[in-house]
């Protein structure tokens, strides 16, 4: 996230990242956190607020260097000030001005939004202001490593860490009665080297400003006279906070975790610290990934999970459910890159969660349960291991190798039909490149019985093709690209197949994109069901992610995206069960359910017609289906 900024009504408002996709974000003043769409896709982001409540992004465009002021406005952009052409800094109104930065932004109680702007090869910024109908002003320079501060009156105030000379200095813009500005400096005893990066002013004081101190992990009230008073322990680095106005509040963006456990899934999370610190306050999360998250066995809500690296489940008859989870565990007391596999979970339909002693190696892909065991697959040998169910003798043993297993990257599919036949689908590259495009591939399906014997039903393994005589879209199989297949029973068996075709380029030698499709199978009967592409900013982040079918509910077929569980039916297409149509960035939770059903990492069939398990963030759902 970047761009912090409350408006006047306590909305906070900023820019979210994930991967390539790009959103504005708000969190209202109850915790509810909308996105919305930001496109064209945008570079260089900040923002601030300004006296009329618009939100402004400072961004540039593709390709290009100037930065833009815009205001963000029914989900569009509208350029308030610069242009996108680079060149030396210009005062102006609207495209007349030019800019080369927009960082520090504040909104001062003068009404104009001030910002630290550095022109071309020079040292120290230019302090500039923007108005409200986008005329900019430079003001006077500004010392390098400077950030501005707004005082308790709404006045500007400067922040300049002075490396070289080991000190920081604190200054307030000043206007002389003949309409010049300078800078005063003010009186302080901040320590030179080591210090508290400040913030926000402290509501109510006076020159008393929240400020983060790196070295303990603690967000303080700091006056400029030295003295530090409520202290809040962090449990990770702070990178950005600003203060609610309507009650003085805090709210810091930064991580669940300390710095040396994070790692590249570590979720950011916003945290929101009272103004006045009681005895037994601590800093809660507001919006972003609970901290609640671990490997603990229990009842209900006394369980913990770590879903962040993704897990897999299967489902019993008989209504227990069996997860394992790819994030492995921390060895206490050792550097944060040594881990030991986490234990394979069970769970009952009560909610009772037991460890197996067998572990999970986030090596390892998928899960299934057939012939009486558990399996996975070892894409290290191109190995199927099966383990015992038992809580007390459940060590994995290798059982049927195979190199159709292999495909481009591991198989895709490990599913147990409703006679309770393994099957497996994997891919294949289907033409011969140096570089091979995201999702590329001819699938294979097959199957495993119970003595280990594999057989392909559906593809050919030695079908390579070059990109010269890869098929045309129309004339490629239905097989192709299958992401996920599931089974009904009865006396005819339906199979139904989720597949995400590749959308090739003219020359068909590079993926531009990807359509998801679902085909229904019965005897020699094939549908083929198209279904909407909701990421369509980046279809490396895929669309569906898998399929589940319940015994009871033939002709239903239930698919999870990255943040949302659906119902397809011939008669009524596709519904959205709970959850949202649209990904959001990682670890934001939203309000109660449905909306709440955010970061789907798997569902399972429930313990009776009327319930899916989906793992959800941290936790492990019960799902109740409608008629």
Request: aromatic share 10%.
């Amino acid at each position: 996230m970047t761009g912090h900024a409350f408006d006047s009504k306590g909305n906070l408002w900023f820019v979210g990242w994930n991967s390539s996709e790009q959103r504005v974000g708000r969190v209202s003043a109850d915790g509810t956190l909308s996105y919305f769409a930001l496109s064209p896709q945008k570079g260089d982001i900040s923002g601030v607020v300004d006296a009329q409540d618009r939100y402004l992004i400072a961004h540039t465009v593709h390709n290009t260097t100037g930065v833009l002021v815009s205001l963000f406005s029914n989900e569009g952009l509208v350029t308030l000030a610069g242009q996108s052409i680079e060149g030396p800094l210009q005062d102006g109104k609207g495209p007349t001005a030019r800019i080369r930065s927009f960082e520090s932004p504040l909104l001062a109680s003068d009404g104009l939004v001030y910002f630290l702007d550095r022109p071309s090869n020079a040292l120290g910024y230019t302090l500039r202001a923007v108005s409200q109908d986008g005329t900019v002003t430079s003001v006077l320079p500004v010392p390098d490593n400077s950030r501005l501060v707004a005082s308790a009156t709404g006045a500007v105030r400067r922040f300049t860490d002075d490396v070289q000379n080991s000190r920081v200095e604190w200054a307030e813009l000043t206007l002389s009665p003949l309409g010049g500005y300078s800078w005063t400096v003010l009186s302080h005893s901040w320590q030179g080297v080591g210090h508290p990066e400040p913030f926000a002013p402290v509501k109510g004081a006076v020159d008393t400003y929240w400020a983060f101190d790196s070295a303990s992990n603690t967000l303080a009230h700091y006056a400029l006279d030295g003295t530090r008073s409520d202290i809040w322990p962090m449990p990770g680095w702070v990178s950005t906070a600003v203060s609610n106005p309507t009650n003085g509040n805090l709210v810091a963006s930064g991580s669940a975790e300390p710095e040396g456990a994070q790692t590249t899934e570590s979720p950011g999370v916003l945290f929101v610290l009272d103004r006045m610190k009681g005895a037994n306050a601590v800093a809660r999360p507001w919006v972003g990934l609970s901290e609640q998250r671990g490997y603990v066995d229990g009842t209900g809500g006394a369980a913990r999970f770590d879903f962040v690296r993704g897990a897999y489940a299967t489902a019993d008859a008989s209504g227990p459910i069996y997860v394992a989870t790819l994030a492995e565990i921390p060895l206490q007391g050792t550097p944060p890159n040594r881990t030991t596999p986490t234990p394979l979970r069970v769970i009952t339909p009560a909610g009772q969660v037991t460890s197996l002693s067998s572990t999970f190696s986030s090596g390892y892909q998928h899960l299934a349960s057939a012939y009486g065991y558990l399996v996975t697959h070892n894409p290290a040998n191109n190995t199927l291991l099966r383990a015992s169910k038992s809580a007390g003798n459940s060590a994995w043993e290798s059982w049927v190798t195979s190199p159709l297993f292999a495909g481009v990257s591991g198989l895709k599919v490990l599913r147990t039909d409703s006679t309770g036949l393994l099957w497996f689908a994997t891919r294949t590259l289907p033409f011969v490149l140096d570089s091979r495009p995201y999702g590329s591939g001819t699938s294979l399906i097959g199957t495993v019985s119970a003595s280990g014997q594999v057989q392909v039903v559906v593809g050919d393994p030695q079908l390579i093709h070059t990109a010269a005589s890869y098929p045309p879209l129309d004339q490629r199989p239905w097989y192709m690209d299958v992401t996920d297949i599931a089974f009904e029973g009865g006396s005819s068996p339906v199979w139904w197949v989720l597949c995400n075709r590749p959308v090739l380029s003219e020359e068909r030698t590079r993926l531009v994109g990807s359509v998801p499709e679902l085909v229904r199978l019965e005897g020699n009967n094939r549908q083929s069901f198209a279904l909407p592409s909701f990421n369509v900013q980046s279809f490396i982040s895929g669309h569906y992610h898998q399929l589940c079918t319940l015994p009871s509910r033939p002709g239903e077929v239930f698919l999870s995206s990255a943040c949302g569980v659906y119902r397809f039916t011939v008669a009524k297409g596709l519904e959205l069960l709970a959850g949202q149509n649209q990904p959001t960035p990682v670890g934001v939770r939203l309000g109660s359910l449905p909306a709440s059903l955010n970061l789907v990492k798997f569902i399972s069939p429930g313990p009776d017609a009327n319930s899916l398990y989906v793992g959800s963030e941290n936790s492990v759902l019960r799902l109740n289906l409608p008629a």
